[in-house]
């Protein structure tokens, strides 16, 4: 592909790049152009104290956003405006630093054609090298950002730039995209999807051509959905035709291989390529990046001198100045602004304080920060959220200290319990219908508008949910789901850390799904007479992969496999008369992409074939769902 987009070309030295004087922020402005080994040019601004800068840190954020543009994510407090760009660069600018805000390749006003992820490493340690060797920088070049610049990050780290002095990664970094932020269990994700149309809509092509402009103008992607998978020339992209591409081929590439693991989306085959220098991994529960953060978290704390920091919130994505996600809400100690610290702005300031400039102790930080959540009354408040309530814990590792992994069995009466089952033969089965998938109620979802949103909701759906149908019964009556449940606790029972399905299954279909869903059924009170039943992390599993994702290979019909379903972490407090419930079923659409059962790849196949699933629950087929469990205590904050 060749197409490129047009921008300034201001490759010569930083003395003779535009220069804006921005004196209601105190900086300078300088627009420069960052030449690639490849001969593309990248745009980008220096924000700076003056005119001809003194060497500094750098501070280095890569958008395909657009980077003067605001956006949600760089919320700084709960009760304050968006800060625009330039204020955030001034907050820095202030505190000792420079600030290098750059457009990714083929966005904004870069040259180059875009390709989502996939060049983003290259592209960023030549941008990291530039910048060091320039005479306004100290030689140290820090990243940040959140989502997209994130996985920039990663990216650019598992080319080993030497310049690179710290990682502030919220909300992304790819560990394995193949499995959490494009594809898990093998199915792929569908906010990828919503994305490319979103942002195909933005897109230099379509800001020259007015005909593709009024294109997406007429288009409703719901309609889309109805007539997945979408071909080539034959989907709502066709118009800018990389989007399109770039696409398509992530969506095709079903089998863990060679598309996989690049460097820019496969961290974990490249840590040890990663620079040894001060790592954050932000994330939330209601995030599709929780198992990236918490692996390169572990990862780099195993495998690095340097320290690595773990913070999780109880937020969508991107949302940590909100205290509720979805139709719950935490309470006022949910936010990270007035709790960890008084601005997301100074959060950050004081951890790039402590690690480059030595301005603070390191080891002063807890190396983990995580919200629990629950302990909330169950009452509706004035917003008509939820009150499930939470707190911010602190410890040293992940999962936390005094976790241990806790099998709950799968008993064919529909009872959740830690006593095995003892009987033979007992399994319940259901058919399962690709046409009718089980709609997505919230979870661990982004870019998924207008079709699917994230955060937390009563498993009933209603018409603000795409493929939700009157008459609005709960999720679990529907005969295609497995809904299996605790007795009401006796009392509190924390959960904190991984999630995993280890299910005995057979199918009459050569290929199927099999999903979990963990939930927090609060039992009824006034203002919900039917109770509550909250979702916290779910996951997938695409049972052509039951030997390996690199080679897919069909079941037999009615044979017996052993699945694992990984589910993202979670951490919640259960109270006494809650209940705890595991729902298993075949799809979660429109999050996934639905299995056909022909076992062929979903991004080409044309058919469906109904399947009749089986989850065997006896005592030589002890199906269980392992959490991390805790004793639960009135308040042991920290």
């Not at 918490?294 to 940590?320: C, Q």
């Not at 052993?562 to 979660?588: C, K, M, Q, Y």
Request: proline share 9%.
């Amino acid at each position: 592909m060749t197409q490129t987009t047009d921008t300034t070309d201001t490759t010569d030295t930083t003395d003779t790049a535009p220069l804006e004087h921005l004196a209601e922020r105190g900086m300078w402005r300088r627009t420069l152009g960052v030449p690639l080994r490849d001969g593309v040019v990248l745009a980008a601004d220096l924000y700076s104290h003056a005119a001809r800068p003194e060497p500094r840190p750098v501070i280095l954020e890569r958008t395909p956003y657009g980077r003067r543009q605001i956006r949600g994510s760089d919320q700084n407090r709960h009760d304050e405006p968006l800060p625009t760009p330039e204020e955030t660069s001034a907050y820095f600018v202030r505190a000792g630093y420079h600030v290098v805000r750059q457009d990714c390749r083929g966005r904004g006003d870069s040259q180059g054609t875009f390709v989502k992820y996939l060049g983003e490493g290259p592209d960023g340690a030549d941008t990291i090298e530039w910048i060091a060797a320039q005479p306004w920088c100290d030689g140290r070049v820090a990243m940040m950002g959140v989502s997209y610049s994130a996985h920039a990050q990663t990216a650019a780290a598992a080319e080993s730039p030497g310049p690179l002095a710290a990682m502030f990664m919220d909300s992304g970094g790819f560990a394995s995209a193949y499995e959490a932020g494009m594809r898990m269990g093998g199915a792929f994700e569908l906010k990828q999807v919503t994305w490319a149309f979103r942002h195909g809509e933005e897109s230099p092509e379509a800001a020259r051509d007015p005909l593709v402009r009024k294109a997406f103008e007429g288009t409703d992607l719901r309609d889309w959905f109805t007539v997945l998978p979408w071909r080539p020339g034959v989907s709502p992209l066709r118009q800018v035709g990389p989007y399109e591409d770039y696409l398509l081929d992530q969506w095709r590439n079903d089998s863990f291989g060679a598309y996989w693991r690049q460097p820019a989306i496969y961290g974990r085959g490249h840590y040890d390529r990663f620079p040894d220098v001060p790592t954050l991994h932000m994330s939330s529960w209601y995030d599709p990046y929780v198992r990236s953060t918490i692996e390169n978290f572990t990862a780099m704390g195993r495998l690095k001198d340097s320290p690595a920091y773990l913070v999780m919130g109880p937020w969508t994505h991107g949302h940590r100045c909100v205290t509720y996600a979805g139709d719950v809400d935490f309470g006022p100690a949910a936010t990270l602004s007035d709790n960890l610290d008084a601005s997301y702005l100074s959060f950050r300031r004081h951890w790039f304080d402590a690690v480059l400039r030595h301005d603070g102790d390191p080891e002063s930080i807890p190396r983990v920060r995580y919200f629990l959540m629950g302990g909330g009354d169950g009452r509706r408040d004035e917003a008509g959220r939820m009150r499930h309530g939470g707190q911010w814990r602190t410890d040293t590792r992940w999962p936390p200290s005094g976790a241990r992994e806790t099998a709950f069995y799968c008993h064919a009466s529909g009872e959740l319990s830690e006593r095995p089952p003892t009987g033979r033969r007992a399994w319940v089965e259901y058919d399962f219908d690709p046409a009718d998938p089980v709609p997505t109620l919230g979870g661990q979802v982004t870019s998924g508008e207008p079709v699917m949103v994230g955060g937390a909701f009563d498993q009933v759906p209603d018409a603000r949910f795409y493929g939700a149908r009157e008459p609005y019964l709960p999720l679990n009556a529907r005969p295609d789901v497995i809904s299996l449940v605790t007795p009401p606790l006796a009392e509190p029972l924390v959960v904190a850390g991984p999630v995993t399905a280890r299910l005995f299954i057979s199918s009459t279909a050569v290929d199927t799904d099999f999903t979990v869903k963990l939930v927090d059924v609060h039992p009824p009170n006034d203002d919900y007479p039917h109770g509550f039943a909250m979702n916290l992390t779910e996951g997938i599993f695409r049972c052509r992969f039951h030997k390996s994702f690199e080679r897919p290979e069909p079941l037999m019909p009615g044979e017996i496999y052993e699945i694992e379903i990984a589910a993202p972490d979670t951490a919640n407090r259960f109270e006494a008369g809650h209940r705890l419930r595991v729902d298993i079923s075949s799809s979660d659409f429109p999050r996934f992409d639905v299995n056909s059962g022909t076992g062929d790849p979903e991004a080409v196949t044309r058919r469906k074939v109904i399947a009749t699933n089986r989850v065997h629950m006896d005592a030589e087929h002890p199906s269980a769902v392992l959490l991390w469990t805790q004793p639960g205590q009135a308040d042991d904050s920290a």
